[in-house]
């Protein structure tokens, strides 16, 4: 994939980007981070400090963890449901192995 040059604006400074993601992720992800920066710096002002692009990078990474739990939480409740399902299936085989067994012999011995 090519790399295109995008020229992003966050906190008020413009950025140029060289990536192989699209333009319109880039311009979305860099959305989200002047949005966040404007939440953290309590301000609507075009030009912030670098330190509030600092506390952006800290809430974001934040937020992935905390993401990145949850996605681990739902996989282990997850797999245990499945082994929960897997368990009462090898169950009613067992039952119905049991009761085709009994089935046989009653017929065999008739």
Do not use: C, F
Not at 32 to 57: C, E, F, H, K, W
Request: aromatic share 0%; net charge neutral.
């Amino acid at each position: 994939m090519s790399q295109a040059t995008v020229a992003l604006t966050i906190g008020g400074q413009t950025y140029r980007v060289r990536s192989a993601a699209t333009e319109q992720e880039l311009r979305r992800l860099a959305a989200m981070v002047d949005a966040r920066l404007r939440i953290i710096s309590g301000s609507p002002q075009t030009s912030l400090p670098p330190q509030a692009l600092l506390l952006v990078a800290i809430a974001l990474a934040h937020d992935l963890e905390n993401e990145q739990a949850l996605r681990k939480q739902l996989e282990r409740e997850a797999q245990a449901t499945l082994q929960l399902l897997l368990d009462r299936i090898d169950g009613a085989i067992q039952s119905a192995d049991a009761a085709l067994t009994v089935v046989t012999r009653e017929q065999s011995t008739s």
